[in-house]
């Protein structure tokens, strides 16, 4: 059993691996993840996945764009190089809101983007790491953590039970694409 990571049960429709994570539920198997090739809506509440964080991270991000912007501005037009332009005042606010919500939602972008690339590990370069190869195709596969769950034969039972059309036991963590 040392050799075996996960238990990967394959399912051909949506329906059936929504009934197949209820089955493995109420046996009180954890659920390692699962891959599907389309989104599912509701899967979130069933694994208990929490919301993301991403919008805060926004927030941080365009408030930074922000404070960055009126800092620069001020520094620029007001400490170190004022300029008396037809008797207007260095410092006019009005002027400086449209470079803010520029630099706003130009640092909340990137800041997003770059993110989403550090949490999922998508750097440029990186092998894609895939439990299943037919998972980003047409099935929809369940992944078990072998480890954490010591009984492969009741997995297995439960999974033949809700309607899996494969049950593999899957040595290796990832499989690459090469």
């Known amino acids: 059993m040392s050799d075996i990571k996960y238990i990967l049960g394959h399912f051909a429709d949506p329906d059936d691996l929504m009934h197949g994570i209820d089955k493995l539920q109420e ?21 208990g996945i929490k919301r993301s964080r991403l919008p805060i991270v926004a927030f ?25 332009i037809g ?35 998508l750097f440029p370069g990186r092998a894609p790491r895939v439990m299943d190869l ?8 369940v992944a078990i953590d072998a480890e954490a769950n010591p009984y492969p034969d009741k997995i297995d039972n439960i999974l033949k039970e809700a309607g899996a059309i494969e049950i593999k036991h899957n040595e290796r963590k990832f499989l690459s694409y090469e």
């Open 134 to 141: 037919r998972a980003t195709n047409d099935r929809f596969v």
């Open 87 to 121: 008797g207007k005042p260095a410092f006019a606010f009005p002027d400086f809101i449209p470079v803010m919500f520029e630099v706003t939602v130009l640092l909340c972008a990137f800041g997003m983007v770059g993110t989403y690339f550090f949490v999922n590990h």
């Open 27 to 47: 046996g009180n198997v954890s659920i390692y993840d699962v891959f599907t090739p389309m989104p599912i809506h509701g899967i979130e509440d069933k694994l």
């Open 60 to 84: 941080c991000f365009g408030a930074l764009g922000t404070v960055l912007a009126f800092s620069m501005m001020y520094y620029m037009l007001v400490q170190d190089w004022p300029m008396n």
